[in-house]
């Protein structure tokens, strides 16, 4: 664990990172686990670490957007637009891949994912290493991402030459992926930057194709950001029989709600002395999602055998933190199948 501002240990992580080595580092969003983007080795450590199928694109991490240039073959006046709007901050532009992008980065495909992040130690970071970083989540395939440098180091040990602690994430969930790589522009993962934003810069309206939070993200996977523990995703007026029914059957029960809601009113009558199995999470948006997998951890950590969580309204500043609550469940469904 390391002190962020300290100059001498950024050279010692750009010195990790040339050498092939995996340096986790703090972004706006989530915590990133960085590898030289430019090396097949580094990019197969980063997969194996991970434990991550090597057909999933990673984020290139730039810090300016001169460096655009080097990995993106074209970037049209739209995507520019964004990029001056947005970056650095929470969005990543899909665009057509320069010639000399690894497959390894791309997962095969003919575009590249890129982004600026708002974060001093990652701009720092980038700047000494003067070139792009992939860097996912720095969590194991398929888990929470990590918001804090201790959420990194209980899913690595030794896989990870350094972890850069700069404190708690600022947004909390994933970037907004827009894929501006063909006709149009369309949103790939909702996150804290609002298709409401996007269109403002843009002046006009982005594709939307099928509304369904969930199954816009690229990739299509379920199979993330999930707890161990089960998940039971149920609306404000079904919290508090789901509970109760659930510990009624003998279970053990974590509860997620949202302060002000029928769930939030609920939920203050089901804390189990000293347990800490109820958190009641904030009612604005950009607040729940800062604290969304902290509380996540929190409840977890319990190892309860189910955590209801209150759904929250679907759309506007809270349509990537609804599409993070479905994947939550949607994974314990998947892996109940898996082990069943
Ligand atoms: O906020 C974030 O974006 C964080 C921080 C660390 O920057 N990174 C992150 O990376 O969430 P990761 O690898 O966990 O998720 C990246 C997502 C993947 O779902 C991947 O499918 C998508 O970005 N992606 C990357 N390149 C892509 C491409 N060329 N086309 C479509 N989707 C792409
Ligand atoms: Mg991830």
Known sequence: MSNSDDSSLIAKAVAALRQGALVAFPTE??????ADARSAAALDRLYKAKGR????????????????????????PEARLLAQAFWPGPLTLILPRAAHVLDLVTGGQNTVGLRIPNHPVALTLLQAFQ????????????????????DVADDFADEVAMVLDGGP?????????????????????????????IEEVLGKPLHRAGDKPGVRFSGGLPSHYAP???????????FEQ????????????????????????????????GAGNVIVAPDEP?????????????LDKLKFDVIVVEQVPPGGAWSGIADRLVRAAAEQIQMQGETA
């Not at 161990?228 to 079904?238: A, D, S, Y």
């Open 169 to 197: 994430c600022e947004v909390g969930i994933e970037s907004t992926i827009v894929d501006a790589s063909g006709d149009g522009m369309r949103i790939l993962r909702p996150g804290m930057i609002l298709a409401d934003h």
């Open 53 to 76: 199928p090597a057909n999933h694109p990673v984020i290139v991490h730039l810090a300016s957007v001169e460096q655009l240039a080097d990995w993106a073959s074209s970037v049209k």
């Open 228 to 238: 161990r523990t089960k998940v039971l995703l149920v609306g404000p007026e079904k």
């Open 242 to 273: 789901t509970v109760k029914a659930e510990t009624a059957a003998g279970k053990k029960v974590a509860a997620l709600a949202v302060a002000g809601t029928a769930g939030g009113g609920a939920a203050s009558s089901m804390v189990v002395p």
């Open 131 to 150: 070139d792009g970083l992939a860097a996912p989540s720095a969590n194991k395939f398929g888990r929470l991402s990590p918001t804090t440098a201790q």
């Open 286 to 298: 950009f607040e729940y999602a800062r604290q969304l997998y902290r509380n996540m951890r929190t």
């Open 29 to 34: 969003t989530v915590y990133g686990l960085g």
